[in-house]
């Protein structure tokens, strides 16, 4: 936040977008983190700080491969969806 205000900035407009027409805070997730780098490109970071976000990325998308698989069966759950059925182990 400190060091990218304006990148950051664009990264949340892009979360907020895709929450609201997706109702996923995952695929949301993912694509602000993918998208930080690339402001912060377009407003002048130097180049190995950019290629720091991009490696930071990388990490947060790896993370999220679990929630890539149920975003691709269509499993994914959404925000103010239902909940999982009672005596359901938490998603991880």
């Keep these: ?15 907020v977008a895709v929450v609201a027409v997706t109702r996923t805070v995952s695929l949301a997730s993912i694509v602000g983190v993918l998208v930080l780098p690339v402001a912060a ?6 180049a190995g700080e950019v290629v720091a976000l991009a490696g ?3 990490l947060i998308v790896a993370r999220h491969r679990a929630n890539i698989a149920r975003l691709r069966a269509g499993t994914e759950r959404r925000l103010g969806g239902p909940g999982p059925p009672r005596g359901a182990s938490p998603a991880r």
């Design 56 to 58: 930071c990325a990388v």
């Design 41 to 46: 490109a377009v407003f002048g970071a130097p």
């Design 1 to 15: 936040l400190v060091l990218f205000p304006a990148a950051t900035a664009v990264g949340a407009v892009a979360f």
